[in-house]
């Protein structure tokens, strides 16, 4: 068997983590087995779907390495098919029409409330026949629903999970105007996408038994089912904006790499031993759906940070640059000349070992793209003492030389000689100078620093500051 996945988000709004985490585990799960992975948009509620949410959708899956394998199947476009299988349905005595006037549907849900019952149909047009149908009322299609014994899912993650028929209702499989409910279009749209395995958050268990009675009545065989925990926050409660429940794209804007945001999902419930890096190879080597823990996971803003800030560090130089490049010219106000991009791209590694995310790797590089003396907080100018400016006035008459090779060995050797005369520890001509040639008291290697800025670059810096 050819294992078949799906991601299937309603497109009401962002892709959000805990839908991130889904495609994710059901592309790692057909990768995994050598299969397929598909993206179907459900996009029946006309109201609330917009082409802007399916959008941020594509592009979130885009950004995280999550692209489905052929084409993206739109729920809406398949509405004929969904009332097709509804009408066989009801020839094969599977389904009715029901007749239910809202006021009627109400007493019902009355009436179960009073009797502490669940709120559901009562079967009222069950065993009617049509021709008591009342005059001028369009009726709506419901599926014949299992009454007695039990239905069982042996689900891949929850374990074995049974609920007697009787409290199954008869749902509804079209409305009053002939378009599909959602919870019938998945069943069709699942069968014939030949879906293997429905990967899902456990909030739609309880759909599950509703929905086989679908696969039942149509005799088609159901997929295996894995219902994932959802993902709280930290403290324990329902994941929120406060906790993180924001949409893909925000932690793209917040610094976030993809490849960390995938590991880190990847262990929201999973896991491999004790390994917390597991690189994308790994994930796909060693992840199965049979791991996925039952409890609900915590999400935690610092882990996640830490993560990135491991992947940072082990990115590529050059896959960072056009990350960075266009925070800078907007911190700057000004695209990047050629020595600008060169200083940047030679002080990366520098910078990225102190940086966690993307937004601060920008940041901590915009005094390299600076031509002329950089601007200073009050807690780096206050280290410029009249002392201070002596200090460096003695550096740059040392450095002030066309024959000093401009190398951080040479460069560091002729500071310490400075230090040396002056009687000084090195440190009371490092911190100035650093401040001098970045605006900021934290910064890489001084030394670093000066070669990387570049003789012309780093003296009119110092100049300006002594």
């Not at 199954?168 to 919870?183: H, K």
């Not at 219902?227 to 906790?243: E, M, Q, T, V, W």
């Not at 994930?283 to 940072?312: C, M, P, Q």
Request: charged share 25%.
């Amino acid at each position: 068997m050819t294992v078949v996945t799906r991601f299937a988000p309603s497109p009401t709004g962002f892709l959000h983590i805990g839908g991130a985490r889904t495609a994710l585990f059901n592309w790692l799960f057909s990768r995994h087995h050598g299969g397929t992975y598909l993206l179907r948009i459900e996009d029946t509620d006309r109201q609330r779907s917009t082409k802007e949410a399916i959008d941020a959708i594509i592009e979130g899956l885009s950004w995280l390495g999550l692209q489905p394998d052929g084409d993206i199947v739109f729920q809406f476009s398949r509405a004929k098919r969904h009332a097709e299988v509804a009408h066989e349905l009801l020839a094969a005595g599977k389904a009715y029409h029901c007749y239910a006037s809202p006021a009627e549907l109400e007493t019902m849900r009355e009436e179960a409330r009073k009797a502490g019952k669940p709120i559901r149909y009562n079967g009222l047009w069950r065993d009617r026949d049509p021709k008591d149908a009342p005059p001028g009322v369009r009726p709506v299609v419901r599926i014949k629903a299992a009454q007695t014994g039990s239905t069982t899912v042996r689900d891949l993650v929850q374990g074995e999970v049974t609920v007697a028929n009787d409290q199954l209702d008869d749902m509804v499989l079209l409305r009053a105007d002939g378009t599909p409910t959602y919870m019938h279009a998945v069943v069709v749209d699942d069968h014939d996408m030949g879906i293997t395995h429905v990967i899902r958050g456990d909030d739609h268990l309880n759909n599950t038994f509703r929905q086989l009675q679908v696969y039942d009545g149509m005799g088609w065989k159901a997929p295996a089912f894995a219902h994932i925990p959802l993902i709280h926050g930290a403290d324990g409660a329902k994941l929120s904006k406060r906790h993180g429940a924001l949409g893909v794209d925000a932690y793209r804007d917040m610094g976030y790499l993809p490849s960390a945001l995938r590991n880190y999902l990847l262990r929201l419930g999973w896991g491999h031993g004790d390994d917390e890096i597991i690189p994308t190879d790994k994930a796909i080597e060693w992840f199965d759906i049979g791991d996925v823990g039952r409890a609900a996971s915590r999400f935690d803003f610092a882990k996640l940070t830490n993560l990135n800030a491991h992947y940072l560090r082990e990115t590529p130089d050059g896959e960072l640059l056009p990350l960075v490049r266009p925070l800078i010219e907007a911190a700057l106000g000004a695209a990047l000349s050629a020595p600008a991009l060169e200083r940047i791209a030679r002080g990366m590694n520098g910078v990225k070992q102190r940086t966690r995310t993307v937004t601060e790797l920008a940041a901590g590089l915009v005094f390299y793209a600076r031509a002329g003396a950089p601007p200073m907080d009050d807690k780096a100018a206050a280290l410029l003492t009249p002392e201070a400016r002596g200090l460096l006035a003695r550096v740059v008459a040392a450095l002030d030389s066309p024959s000093i090779d401009w190398v951080e060995s040479t460069l560091e050797a002729a500071v310490k000689g400075v230090a040396e005369t002056a009687a000084v520890k090195l440190g009371q001509i490092a911190q100035p100078l650093r401040v001098a040639l970045t605006g900021s008291t934290v910064s890489p290697g001084i030394f670093e620093v000066l070669a990387i800025l570049g003789r012309d670059e780093a003296m009119t810096r110092l100049r300006a500051a002594a």
